[in-house]
């Protein structure tokens, strides 16, 4: 699978408002995930108010670029692995059904963070992938996503509260 752009940049405009990824989210953090080779890869480089203490990134902001990160990696083995030519418009999208994160080192302001993600398994509606943030050179966060393939008809069925 040939993939140049970022697939955050493919999904549908209803899928596009997400804080970590959403291109039309003004305020978000725009998160861009792209296929190299067998990995998936992101960048971001936290500003002085993802502070968590002096010098170091809130852990909060280091969970949601690993699930961002995991949702988009989701979508890109799950294209490839279902033969999909993904276009705009076309990317599956994912929701996180579950995350787990565990803080290895602190993690330092003001540096490039690679986000790596690898597939861990995939069926035909859940993907799970392992998650390293890197910086440097060194792994300071890791994660795990199980990430579930919305249905066809999310956000457009009705709850009724008994």
């Known amino acids: 699978m040939k993939l140049v752009e970022p697939i955050q940049d493919l ?17 978000g953090y725009h998160l861009k995930t792209y296929l190299e080779g067998e990995i998936t890869v992101s960048k971001f480089i936290p500003k002085d108010y993802h502070i968590a203490v002096e010098g170091f990134v809130y ?3 280091l969970a949601s670029l690993i699930d961002c990160h995991g949702t988009g990696s989701a979508s890109i083995f799950y294209a490839r692995e279902s033969g999909l030519e993904i276009k705009m ?7 996180t059904g ?4 565990n803080y290895i080192k602190p993690t330092p302001l003001q540096k490039e963070l690679k986000i790596v993600g690898k597939l861990i398994e ?6 799970i ?13 890791t994660g795990e996503v199980t990430a579930i393939l919305l249905p ?6 009705i709850f ?3």
């Open 152 to 157: 066809d008809n999310f956000g457009k069925v």
């Open 122 to 127: 995939i069926t035909n509606r859940k993907v």
């Open 59 to 61: 852990g909060g902001l």
């Open 98 to 101: 579950n995350l787990n994160v």
């Open 160 to 162: 009724h509260r008994k």
């Open 89 to 95: 418009g076309n990317a599956p999208r994912f929701v």
């Open 11 to 27: 999904y549908d405009e209803e899928f596009s408002h997400c804080y970590g990824c959403g291109r039309l989210n003004d305020e």
């Open 129 to 141: 992938t392992k998650i390293d943030v890197i910086v440097e050179g060194v792994v300071t966060v």
